[in-house]
């Protein structure tokens, strides 16, 4: 059996009236009304936040366009303190590498053998290093390195002298042998050949035209002194 | 603009390909919602006790009244004129039992019409009509409606059909025209439809006649016919029937045939030149010269046979409910066995016997209140006989009608 449909109502929808002592009629209209003004407050706080946002957004952009140049002098200032560091650093590892031979030259004065004439005293110069940069040519544009590229360098006291018999010398290269000169002098016997210090380059009859000269041998004693190192 | 709130009435999210969620806004204050406690009361019925009204409640599958009685009638008779409409000051409240979220009015009144006919003859019976029942509405005034003034049109023909003159016809949607709004339902027998209808006036103050915001406020305004047409929807001897059952309403100055096919509405009729039972009661009352008191008694027992003095009344009845048998017999090939009287307060017992002495049918005049629960406390409800449950017939109908989306 089908629904009945037997309902002829005469009243329409728009009159039907609530029974709820809270209207919907009126609620409804309120509660827009309040959803409405919410958005609104909503829509004006974030209204608000975006102006102050954008306001800050210029006030930062002004100040730093202001410390664009300051920031621009600093830059300047701090490279220019880099290359005076990098350049107080090199002449520190100057500082650092320098030798100084003076206490060897007056001690040696004191263990010097009597039957020992010492003709020279020579610490040859090194080889002049490479200064310019890597693949520049030299002129007078081109700027040179501050300091040295290859950080060690190795130096020699070459003694050349005479004597009558070999025991002088021996006597001199065992004092020489001694603390006092190994601060400055290396010596080094059980190392390969070409390493070894002292090493006598020559020790010979003496040529020159003396009248003693034939009794007199001439002696070329090598000794290698403590590297340089142009480090901190 | 009613337009285009109902454009906006209804909104659909989709939340998924395959979840749609469909937001109807115009029933979130309760317009179409089906109900499920309703108070039907009888407007203007002259009874002497009082509107009758019944409260009934639909839950967990089951029909129930709460509460059945007179209720005080208002203190302003229905309006006759659109000026009483506009001068009355409508303050009406029920007793507590009654006190349901929704009322459905049944009115009876001399300017109500409730018929059969068809679509065509739709519009040209108001336009010949309404004049007779309608006045020029007065200047507005506060909490009524002004009716907009029309012309009357030509003399319309009998082919026109009421969406070729211009009104929004629908089922079920109340219309207006010429002062009168009516509605209509189509029949299960095409292409008829039960039209009923009232003067705006009329409405206007029945709508107001329940202050807003107090329990319970209008949901539905039927005539009185049309609101005795659901009172048999819940007996169990019509749902035995199927729904093929035959009807007689016998109220109190008009007798009205109804035929309902799987319990749809087939045959609606007014019986033309008959009397309620007023006249039938005042006749039997002269007839055997009896006091007021009597005639009830007389009418339900069986000490003195009346059905003399009431055969002038029954008889042309019966002659209608055979033409109506015959009718459905032939028309529908539609057997009725099942033949109810409804709405007396006294004498089914005799009409019955006539009946099955004229036309071999039985007449069954259950209570009302058949197939539905009673409360337990209400020892007088329960202890009504089925004639005095008549009274609350079309109460029971007007809300049961009204919960209608329910069934």
Redesign the interface.
């Known amino acids: 059996?089908?629904?009945?449909?037997?309902?002829?109502?005469?009243?329409?929808?728009s009159?039907?009236?609530?029974?709820?002592?809270v209207?919907?009629?009126v609620m409804?209209p309120i509660l827009a009304a309040f959803a409405c003004l919410g958005c609104l407050v909503w829509w004006g706080v974030l209204a608000g936040q975006l102006i102050l946002a954008k306001a800050k957004v210029s006030s930062l952009q002004s100040d730093l366009d202001a410390k664009k140049a300051a920031h621009s002098g600093i830059l300047k200032q701090m490279g220019d303190a880099r290359e005076l560091q990098a350049e107080l650093d090199q002449l520190k590892m100057y500082a650092n590498g320098r030798r100084t031979y003076g206490g060897l030259f007056k001690e040696l004065a004191n263990v010097v053998p009597e039957g020992v004439q010492l003709l020279s005293l020579e610490i040859p110069e090194p080889a002049a290093q490479q200064l310019l940069p890597p693949g520049a040519k030299p002129g007078p544009t081109v700027r040179p390195l501050l300091g040295p590229t290859n950080t060690v360098e190795n130096v020699a006291l070459r003694i050349i002298g005479r004597t009558p018999r070999e025991t002088p010398v021996e006597q001199l290269m065992k004092s020489l042998a001694e603390p006092a000169f190994t601060n400055t002098l290396v010596i080094a016997k059980d190392v390969p050949a070409d390493q070894i210090s002292p090493r006598v380059r020559s020790f010979h009859q003496d040529a020159s035209p003396d009248e003693q000269g034939m009794r007199l041998l001439s002696f070329d004693v090598e000794y290698r002194c403590v590297e340089r190192r142009f480090e901190k | 603009m009613a337009r285009i709130l109902l454009l906006f009435s209804k909104m659909k999210l989709q939340l998924t390909k395959t979840k749609t969620v469909e937001i109807d806004f115009?029933r979130?204050?309760?317009?179409?919602k089906g109900l499920s406690d309703v108070t039907g009361v009888v407007l203007n019925g002259s009874d002497t006790r009082g509107c009758p009204a019944v409260r009934l409640v639909h839950k967990k599958g089951g029909w129930h009244v709460v509460a059945a009685g007179f209720v005080p009638s208002p203190m302003e008779a229905l309006p006759e004129t659109w000026d009483e409409a506009n001068k009355s000051q409508m303050s009406w409240s029920l007793p507590q039992a009654f006190q349901a979220?929704?009322a459905a009015f049944a009115v009876n009144s001399p300017h109500a019409f409730?018929r059969q006919t068809t679509p065509d003859a739709l519009t040209v019976d108001l336009v010949h009509t309404a004049p007779k029942v309608s006045a020029t509405p007065p200047p507005r005034k506060l909490g009524v409606r002004r009716l907009e003034k029309k012309t009357e049109p030509a003399t319309p023909k009998p082919s026109d059909a009421a969406g070729e003159k211009g009104l929004d016809v629908k089922?079920?949607v109340?219309s207006q025209s010429n002062g009168v709004?009516?509605?209509?339902?189509?029949l299960a027998e095409n292409p008829f439809v039960?039209?009923?209808?009232?003067p705006e006036y009329q409405?206007v103050w029945?709508?107001h006649l329940?202050p807003?915001?107090?329990?319970?406020?209008?949901?539905?305004?039927?005539?009185l016919p049309?609101a005795l047409?659901?009172s048999l929807?819940e007996q169990p001897e019509f749902?035995a029937a199927?729904?093929n059952a035959f009807a007689i309403y016998v109220m109190r100055h008009s007798v009205y045939l109804a035929g309902?096919k799987?319990?749809?509405?087939i045959l609606f009729r007014s019986c033309p030149g008959v009397a309620g039972w007023e006249m039938l009661r005042e006749g039997v009352k002269l007839r055997l010269g009896l006091d007021e008191e009597m005639v009830d008694e007389i009418l339900d027992d069986a000490l003195i046979d009346p059905r003399s003095a009431m055969e002038p009344f029954v008889r042309p009845v019966l002659q209608q409910l055979e033409i109506s048998l015959d009718y459905l017999r032939s028309r529908h090939n539609l057997y009725i066995d099942k033949v109810f009287i409804m709405g007396m307060p006294s004498g089914a017992r005799y009409w019955s016997q006539m009946s099955e002495e004229a036309l071999r049918i039985p007449l069954v005049s259950p209570s009302v209140f058949e197939g539905l629960s009673l409360p337990a406390k209400d020892a007088e409800l329960a202890a009504l006989t089925p004639s005095k449950s008549q009274a609350f017939l079309a109460a029971l109908g007007a809300a049961r009608?009204?919960m209608?989306d329910n069934?």
């Open positions: 059996m089908n629904a009945p449909k037997l309902h002829l109502n005469l009243l329409r929808d009159e039907r009236q609530s029974s709820s002592p209207r919907l009629r409804l | 115009s979130l204050g309760g317009g179409r979220p929704s409730t089922p079920g109340p709004r009516f509605v209509m339902q189509p039960i039209q009923a209808g009232l409405l029945l709508s329940l807003e915001g107090r329990r319970p406020t209008v949901a539905s305004i039927q005539t049309s047409l659901a929807c749902n199927g729904g309902y799987d319990g749809q509405l009608a009204a209608e069934a």
